[in-house]
């Protein structure tokens, strides 16, 4: 581990701080998705959890607290997550099925995903969020993922919020450190980015929407003067400018298992919810090898049903099965 990993496992020992505490007033203590699989490869890697199952589970929550730095509990309350300061839940993989119980993935929730090999030991950890697992679904089993459309055709750009929402404004006021890509309003990235208007996408097969998205944030990224770094699967899928990009060849917009007007963070250390995200739906037309970009249309979450509409509803099944691909611990 890094000294800076270090340091961070001893500021939150010191910080008095449970794993039922939240962290809005600490951020600094927040394990981030790489510190994290770091931290827990290193200290969990070759102990045994040859036990039976509620016994092991109490066992490797123990020897997680004690990884990160925090407090045994007496007990461990049966929350959602179970590790909610830090907004992650571990599951134990012997074979590469996930098997998630009597809850809905939820798209911004860490999950930990331990691999033991047949003596029950500790081979590798990975830290992915629930929008990695949902892209990982080839079952059908994630019943719970949400499409909506335009209430309307959409014939040119609009912009449905003309401000942010409180908390985002909020933020824009406060003082932010030296170099740090400013936030902009939402009125002032929407201004930037009908640029994209009349601009041809490479079509790069039209049954291959993540290759023709990756083109597109790279573009928004180009115009929002923010350093291309890809597609990494993390939402929102811009988050120096809080932006979620849609790229619609069609009416149907799937927006995944992130509900856009739900107050759920976005982080376990933010106070920012999907609500306060910026969704960018680019309206494009298939010509040829290409797609122009005919319109946009900006929103808020807060205020994304007052132009879209919502598909249906959401399903829960009693079992969630994620098959993970063979060289996922690799």
């Known amino acids: 581990m890094t000294l800076a990993t270090q340091a961070l496992r001893a500021a939150i020992a010191r910080s008095g701080l449970t794993i039922y505490d939240s962290l809005h ?6 394990v981030d998705d790489q510190a994290l699989e770091a931290i827990l490869s290193s200290e969990l890697a070759g102990i045994s959890l040859d036990y039976p199952i509620r016994t092991r589970s109490k066992v490797l929550k123990t020897r ?20 909610p300061g830090q907004n992650f839940d571990t599951y134990v993989q012997k074979a590469n099925n996930l098997q998630i119980w009597n809850e809905e993935l939820a798209p911004n929730r860490r999950y930990v995903l331990i691999r033991v090999n047949e003596l029950a030991l500790v081979t590798r950890v990975r ?10 679904d080839t079952t059908g089993t994630l019943t719970h993922k949400y499409q ?4 309307e055709q959409v014939v040119r750009s609009v912009l449905v919020s003309e401000h942010d929402t409180a908390a985002v404004r909020e933020d824009l006021s406060s003082p932010h450190e030296p170099g740090a890509q400013p936030l902009l309003p939402i009125y002032d990235l929407y201004a930037k ?3 994209l208007e009349g601009q041809r996408l490479p079509a790069v097969g039209l049954d291959q929407e993540r290759n023709r998205g990756a083109e597109l944030h ?18 929102p899928d811009i988050p120096e400018q809080l932006l979620e990009v849609k790229l619609q060849t069609s009416p149907t917009i799937d927006l995944g298992v992130a509900c856009p007007d739900e107050p759920i963070p976005i982080r376990g250390d933010s106070l920012l919810t999907n609500r306060d995200v910026r969704y960018l739906v680019v309206y494009g037309d298939p010509i040829g090898q290409q797609i122009r970009v005919n319109a946009i249309v900006m929103t808020t979450g807060a205020d994304f049903f007052s132009f879209f509409q919502l598909f249906g509803g959401k399903t829960r099944n009693s079992k969630l099965q994620i098959p993970l691909p063979s060289d996922f611990f690799e």
Do not use: M
């Open 25 to 30: 007033r600490r951020p600094d203590l927040y």
């Open 64 to 83: 997680v607290c004690q990884a990160l730095g925090y407090p045994v509990p007496e007990s461990f309350a049966k929350t959602q997550p179970r590790f």
């Open 127 to 136: 830290v992915v969020n629930g929008r990695v697992l949902a892209a990982l």
């Open 148 to 151: 909506a459309s335009s209430r």
């Open 193 to 195: 980015l009908r640029s």
């Open 218 to 235: 790279r573009r928004v990224c180009e115009v929002a003067g923010i350093s291309h770094r890809g597609d990494d699967g993390q939402y």
